[in-house]
């Protein structure tokens, strides 16, 4: 059973930084690409960033140069450095990662609130 856990989120100023864990158990995390989605109330979850086992980022264009993904493999945890915050960045930011084995299944932590407003 894989069990994905987020912490960190929380209310910062417009232009101020926060940065997310995400620690995951029951998975061989090295082997899985991982990321963050997140949903605005009243919107659609969204793509915010996804990574490779080897390290390869994709980013959506909305944060592209703003936010920065980590892992350490080391401590199955991945990191999410949120920088230049927006007030359009609140949302709920939930993790993710995906199973390296057919049917590559997708595991989703419970969400952590983030508020940016001044």
């Known amino acids: 059973q894989v069990q994905l856990v987020e912490s960190g989120g929380g209310l910062v100023q417009p232009g101020g930084s926060l940065r997310l864990s995400c620690a995951a158990s029951?998975?061989?995390?090295?082997?899985?690409?991982a990321g963050w989605s997140r949903q605005a109330p009243g919107k659609q979850r969204e793509f915010v960033v996804r990574?490779?086992?080897?390290?390869?980022?994709t980013y959506a264009v909305s944060v592209k140069g703003r936010f920065t993904m980590s892992r350490d493999d080391a401590k199955n945890t991945m990191y999410l450095q949120m920088d230049s915050l927006e007030p359009e960045d609140t949302a709920v930011y939930y993790c993710?990662?995906?199973?390296?084995?057919?049917?590559?299944?997708?595991?989703w932590g419970q969400g952590t609130q983030v508020t940016v407003s001044s």
């Open positions: 993710f990662v995906t199973d390296s084995t057919w049917p590559y299944d997708d595991y």
């Open positions: 029951g998975s061989r995390f090295s082997e899985n690409a």
């Open positions: 990574m490779t086992s080897s390290g390869s980022a």
